[in-house]
């Protein structure tokens, strides 16, 4: 990286000598020379300087001036600058160093000054600049998704709350389904979207623009000079680049709200809420629909991975429609254990493919991988309030009778009904089809293992039920006894 060095000084040979001793000592550096003190802020912020070499005595500004100058623009401020002066009285340097000067040099240089302490003070000087550049850069900055973070733009905001800015616009958004996305697809995932989303929001924007990660899932641009219609032209832009992009099959979108300062008396506070509350507004009304298709893609996704759960959920829901019936459950019941059934698993899309496929025995680890799914499950289920009242019994499904099973252990008629006609389902399917790790059982066999585990695994009279009722067979209490 090129360092970018500004020689200011009066004297036409102290610059070439000063420039030639850097560049023979110091590789990647380019020396930029100024011969008076007079508009040195524009010319730093022109030519990226990163540290500057000042005389002292020069005409029309000395560099007195110019280092309080740059001391006093909060751009500038952390710039290194180095001192250089004919003057030998210790009073002159203590002034510079007071000023915020971060070295000094006397003229005429010495062999010794220009073999090593110049270039030596220079480097460390340079050095010191990156490392705080790269510390305001860290505090200054959100580490995901390299926009801005909220501590800049709490300090920016009274930067741009000036007249000469309005109309002053702000946009907020907040990504749908971010939840979603790490149960269903980890945290990993959730990281790509929330890059996603700040690569759209910069897209769409300006130059001059400032656009932020405000919070989690929430961001936030600030337009100066953007009348209300813009506003909403940058939404739609913004809209359009995020709809292009997916995470699994999955479509993503933000929800957005603005609002406009035209005014100085409207404070800047006021019209953050305002925007922010639209925001909130359109979620309310685009969410249910997002999270209802998210759901869908997931449950499609998870398919997809493994064709075979397709089937098994399919079968699943037919035999927890048998079972309802034959328990005679309202018909409410009915399109629960449906839906229910279809469902069920659909937590094993945060499991990896290579488990769920594995044709040997699992490890003690991916045994408790698998453990996983039930909890995912009903978190996935819990964000959709079409899906909410089913995520309990989801979360349930592989709880024991007797409370052995997992994720909480509970028991008897603690868990809930559509559950434990969902783990029975469940059971039998997996009993009497094969699976990579085993062959499939006989009915008569899956039976007696319904029979043998009726008041551990299995609710004892959903158990009785669904082998009389449902399968047209003997219970035989004499034959689960033996």
């Known amino acids: 990286m090129i ?14 000598i000063i420039k030639k001793i850097l560049e023979i000592k110091l590789p990647n550096i380019h020396v930029f020379e100024a011969d008076d003190g007079l508009g040195i802020n524009r010319k730093i912020i022109a030519n990226n300087i990163h540290l500057c070499i000042l005389d002292i005595m020069m005409p029309f500004k000395d560099g ?50 220009m073999k090593t302490s110049l270039p030596l003070k220079v480097k460390n000087a340079i050095e010191l600049r990156k490392r705080n550049d790269e510390i305001l850069y860290l505090s200054y900055h ?111 979108s933000i929800s957005f709200g603005w609002d406009t300062k035209y005014v100085m008396d409207k404070e800047i506070a006021k019209v953050f809420r305002n925007a922010e509350n639209v925001m909130y507004r359109n979620k309310t009304l685009e969410n249910e629909s997002v999270r209802s298709k998210m759901i869908n893609a997931i449950i499609h996704a998870l398919h997809e991975k493994n064709p075979r759960e397709e089937l098994h959920s399919k079968r699943v829901s037919e035999i927890c429609q048998a079972l309802g019936k034959a328990l005679r459950l309202p018909d409410i019941d009915l399109k629960k254990l449906k839906v229910a059934g279809l469902l069920h698993d659909v937590g094993k899309i945060a499991i990896e493919e290579r488990i769920l496929n594995k044709v040997g025995r699992l490890t003690e680890h991916e045994c408790e991988e698998i453990k996983r799914h039930p909890a995912i499950g009903c978190r996935i289920l819990s964000t959709s309030h079409e899906t909410l009242e089913l995520a309990e019994c989801i979360g349930a499904h592989h709880e024991k009778w007797d409370g052995t099973g997992y994720p909480k252990g509970i028991q008897g008629e603690a868990i809930p009904r559509l559950a434990r006609i969902i783990t029975l389902a469940d059971s039998y399917d997996a009993m009497i089809n094969e699976r990579p790790y085993r062959k499939a059982l006989s009915e008569e066999e899956a039976i007696k293992e319904i029979r043998i585990n009726s008041g551990i695994q299995f609710d004892p009279d959903l158990a009785k039920v669904f082998i009389e009722k449902v399968l047209g067979r003997r219970w035989q209490v004499s034959y689960a006894l033996a």
């Not at 930067?159 to 980890?186: E, Q, T, W, Y």
Request: charged share 30%.
């Open 3 to 16: 360092s970018n060095i500004l020689v200011i000084d009066d004297s036409a040979l102290d610059r070439k």
């Open 64 to 113: 007195f001036q110019v280092l309080k100058e740059l001391k006093e623009d909060s751009r500038l401020r952390d710039l290194p600058v180095i001192v250089c002066t004919g003057l030998e009285d210790r009073q002159t340097v203590e002034k510079a160093l007071t000023l915020g000067a971060y070295d000094y040099f006397t003229k005429p240089l010495s062999e010794e000054a």
């Open 142 to 252: 959100d580490f995901l998704t390299g926009l801005y973070n909220r501590r800049f733009c709490e300090e920016e905001i009274r930067r741009l709350d000036i007249k000469s800015n309005l109309p002053l616009s702000i946009i907020v958004g907040d990504i749908n389904g971010l939840k979603l996305i790490n149960d269903a697809f980890g945290h990993v995932n959730g990281d790509k979207l929330l890059k996603k989303a700040a690569r759209a929001m910069q897209g769409a924007c300006r130059v001059d623009d400032i656009v932020a990660r405000w919070s989690g899932d929430e961001f936030i641009a600030f337009l100066p000079q953007t009348q209300e219609a813009e506003a909403v032209e940058f939404v739609l832009r913004m809209k359009e680049l995020y709809a292009q992009e997916q995470i699994h099959g999955i479509h993503l």
